[in-house]
Nanobody, 128 residues
Framework: QAQFVESGGGSVQAGGSLRLSCVPS????????MGWFRQAPGQAREGVAT??????LYADSVKGRFTISQDNAKSRLYLHMISLKPEDTAVYYC???????????????????????WGQGTQVTVSS
């Protein structure tokens, strides 16, 4: 059962923008470690961005184009995407861990196994 519900996906042309949202399906607050992953057809799921007590981290492929943010209650997650490219086409997933501290998150955040809580995904399609 998905713990989060993502929304905001859709179809856009290259160069366009989208803002994804992720809200918990039950009462969850003060989530310190959250991230966005994506999975394109036939490819492995990859970490796109994360937000954690130390700040934010991004995959090289989206740096400067995507911005991850969280609400003040630290339960909702957002991903603002600009200058979208066809290679950004994928299903985007919200993920989280309720741990209060994760050592060396900088080196671990792109590992799916670090996130026990997931959403069901939202499709983003970018046409050329």
């Amino acid at each position: 059962q998905a713990q989060f519900v993502e929304s905001g996906g859709g179809s856009v042309q290259a160069g366009g923008s989208l803002r994804l949202s992720c809200v918990p399906s039950r009462d969850i607050y003060a989530i310190l470690y959250m991230g966005w992953f994506r999975q394109a057809p036939g490819q492995a799921r990859e970490g796109v961005a994360t937000i954690y007590p130390g700040g934010t981290l991004y995959a090289d492929s989206v740096k400067g184009r995507f911005t991850i943010s969280q609400d003040n209650a630290k339960s909702r997650l957002y991903l603002h995407m600009i200058s979208l490219k066809p290679e950004d086409t994928a299903v985007y997933y919200c993920a989280a861990t309720t741990s209060n501290f994760v050592f060396n998150w900088y080196a671990r955040w792109q590992n799916e196994s670090e996130y026990p809580l997931w959403g069901q995904g939202t499709q983003v399609t970018v046409s050329s």
